[in-house]
């Protein structure tokens, strides 16, 4: 086996919505675990509910972890705030760790904050910075195909959800562009080679 890897999925998606990752990861050699979560529960509770799952489950085991969207977001927060939680590689999938203007946009209605639950307030415009010493890879789309796109135009290139500078932590190990839509980067064929890839080597080339 060549490692453990936690997945995450984005909101509104169910944790099954990384099977297809964790299909090729398996294949691949790598044993997987799913995290579930609701969008509905307050973002720092979604944060220390990650936490307990890793101490319950892997009690002080370093595992790898691959969060998309909401996911990626969880996942850095956690390891950010949690330095005794040991791990391996990281790769996040259009994970707006810098906020996310679509999502002001939808929050800025009645409709758009019951839409995102107790996740609104993170994505308001922020610095993202990578302190720990263990590689994080960061896979953006670049298809504008989306709920975001409804909204109204997204600056630069964007998945259709999450810009691409959205998703850009200083300090990352590595980076890669992949022509897919926000919704489609956990069915990628493309992107689930780049994550085997990036667990394996520390870098996508």
Aim: charged share 20%; glycine share 14%; net charge positive.
């Amino acid at each position: 086996m060549k490692g453990e890897v936690v997945l995450a999925s984005g909101l509104w998606m169910p944790a099954a919505a990384t099977l297809f990752i964790a299909g090729q990861l398996a294949r691949a050699g790598f044993a997987t675990r799913r995290f579930a979560y609701s969008g509905r529960h307050p973002f720092d509770v979604n944060v220390e509910r990650l936490t307990t799952f890793m101490q319950e489950n892997y009690d002080g085991r370093a595992a790898h972890f691959v969060g998309h969207s909401l996911g990626g977001v969880l996942i850095y927060e956690m390891l950010e705030r949690h330095r005794e939680i040991a791990a391996g590689r990281i790769v996040l999938l259009g994970a707006p760790v810098r906020g996310c203007r679509a999502g002001r946009r939808l929050g800025s209605s009645a409709i758009g904050r019951w839409m995102l639950g107790g996740c609104a307030m993170r994505w308001e415009p922020r610095d993202a910075v990578w302190r720990r010493p263990e590689a994080l890879g960061v896979i953006a789309g670049t298809v504008p195909l989306g709920l975001g796109r409804a909204l109204g135009a997204l600056p630069g290139e964007n998945d259709g959800v999450v810009c691409v500078e959205e998703t850009s932590l200083e300090g990352m190990a590595d980076r890669a562009l992949v022509r897919t839509a926000h919704s489609t980067l956990a069915l990628s064929a493309r992107v689930a080679r780049l994550i085997e890839r990036f667990l394996g080597a520390g870098r996508f080339s």
